[in-house]
């Protein structure tokens, strides 16, 4: 761990107040959260976006059992779809396509023999992403694209079975376009898979939570700390009206790693098919 955070901060004293966060953060995870993320006042846009990496693959080393069930249950129908391509159908693999893939947090759900395309814009992510892929050499992954899921015109229409988004919508500057674009390089009877964090949807019960979803959005207190992610935001209405021909969703919420992220516990999770 230790040399990875080296990698991501190699500036002496931002490396020692940071050792010293860390180490909070491990003995009280959620007052280490806010800790941490206070820093992110003092960085600049480039250190940031690493904070950021850095930060992101820390909170998902700390997922629990019960969010990787969720991960599972969501992820199911991978195992079981069919390539349209004939050789991929023979090995069981499929072409996926992953968007904001960060760190890299899904491979355990792809079948053996797939092959992984991904995109990130931000390539801070790319010690940790190539990290966590050494672990599934079953995978091939040997495209991966630096850019925005808006802007993917490099994939081909018609080119993918699976596409991939966990967490991510949140933060894209368009969600049109990209569930667009999404919809664009699957192949006719192609699937989206999404786990998504999004507004509270049931304010009589929990109107506290989305008052502070709004308010933490609208002062760009969230955004600014978690590089753009918005918590008041719902990709449904934007999946549904594109043209799929299916749309199975779910909402629920989802157990979080700390306290302070029960803000975005409601999730939405589901599968369109084109
Ligand atoms: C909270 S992280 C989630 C990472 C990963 N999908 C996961 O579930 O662990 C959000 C990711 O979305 C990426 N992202 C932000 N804006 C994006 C955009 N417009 N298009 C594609 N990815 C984007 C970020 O760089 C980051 O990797």
Same mark, same amino acid.
């Given at each position: 761990?230790? *040399? =990875?955070?080296?990698?991501?901060?190699?500036?002496?004293?931002? =490396?020692?107040?940071?050792? #010293?966060?860390?180490?909070?953060?491990?003995?009280?995870?959620?007052?280490? #959260?806010?800790?941490?993320?206070?820093?992110? $006042?003092?960085?600049?846009?480039?250190?940031?976006?690493?904070?950021?990496?850095?930060?992101?693959?820390?909170?998902?080393?700390?997922?629990?059992?019960?969010?990787?069930?969720?991960?599972?249950?969501?992820?199911?129908?991978?195992?079981?779809?069919?390539? *349209?391509? +004939?050789? $991929?159908?023979?090995?069981?693999?499929?072409?996926?396509?992953?968007?904001?893939?960060?760190?890299?947090?899904?491979?355990?759900?792809?079948?053996?023999?797939?092959?992984?395309?991904?995109?990130?814009?931000?390539?801070?992510? !790319?010690?940790?992403?190539?990290?966590?892929?050494?672990k599934f050499p079953n995978i091939k992954a040997e495209t991966v694209?630096?850019?925005?899921?808006?802007?993917?015109?490099?994939?081909?229409?018609?080119?993918?079975?699976?596409?991939?988004?966990?967490?991510?919508?949140?933060?894209?500057?368009?969600? !049109?376009?990209?569930?667009?674009?999404?919809?664009?390089?699957? #192949? +006719?009877?192609?699937?989206?898979?999404?786990?998504?964090?999004?507004?509270?949807?049931?304010?009589?019960?929990?109107?506290?939570?989305?008052?502070?979803?709004?308010?933490?959005?609208?002062?760009?207190?969230?955004?600014?700390?978690?590089?753009g992610c918005n918590l008041n935001r719902n990709p449904l209405p934007?999946?549904?009206?594109?043209? $799929? *021909?299916?749309?199975?969703?779910?909402?629920?919420?989802? +157990?979080?790693?700390?306290?302070?992220?029960?803000?975005?516990? +409601?999730?939405?999770?589901?599968?369109?098919?084109?």
């Amino acid at each position: 761990m230790s *040399s =990875l955070f080296e990698k991501t901060f190699p500036y002496g004293s931002l =490396l020692e107040s940071t050792t #010293v966060i860390r180490n909070y953060a491990s003995e009280h995870k959620g007052l280490g #959260v806010i800790a941490c993320v206070a820093v992110v $006042f003092g960085l600049g846009p480039t250190l940031r976006k690493r904070f950021f990496a850095w930060f992101n693959n820390r909170v998902t080393k700390m997922k629990n059992e019960e969010y990787e069930a969720l991960k599972r249950g969501a992820f199911a129908d991978l195992a079981t779809q069919k390539s *349209s391509d +004939p050789e $991929f159908q023979k090995a069981n693999g499929l072409r996926i396509l992953e968007i904001g893939v960060g760190s890299g947090t899904n491979f355990s759900f792809y079948p053996d023999g797939s092959h992984l395309t991904v995109v990130d814009p931000n390539p801070y992510f !790319a010690d940790y992403y190539y990290e966590n892929k050494k672990k599934f050499p079953n995978i091939k992954a040997e495209t991966v694209i630096v850019s925005y899921g808006e802007d993917m015109d490099m994939v081909e229409s018609n080119s993918v079975d699976a596409v991939v988004v966990t967490l991510v919508l949140c933060s894209v500057k368009d969600i !049109a376009k990209v569930i667009s674009q999404i919809k664009r390089v699957l #192949v +006719p009877g192609g699937r989206f898979y999404f786990i998504e964090h999004i507004q509270e949807w049931d304010r009589s019960s929990h109107g506290y939570r989305w008052i502070l979803q709004h308010i933490l959005t609208w002062f760009k207190i969230w955004p600014f700390l978690f590089e753009g992610c918005n918590l008041n935001r719902n990709p449904l209405p934007f999946i549904q009206s594109v043209g $799929f *021909s299916d749309v199975q969703y779910e909402r629920l919420y989802a +157990p979080m790693p700390a306290k302070v992220f029960m803000i975005a516990s +409601p999730h939405l999770k589901g599968i369109a098919t084109k």
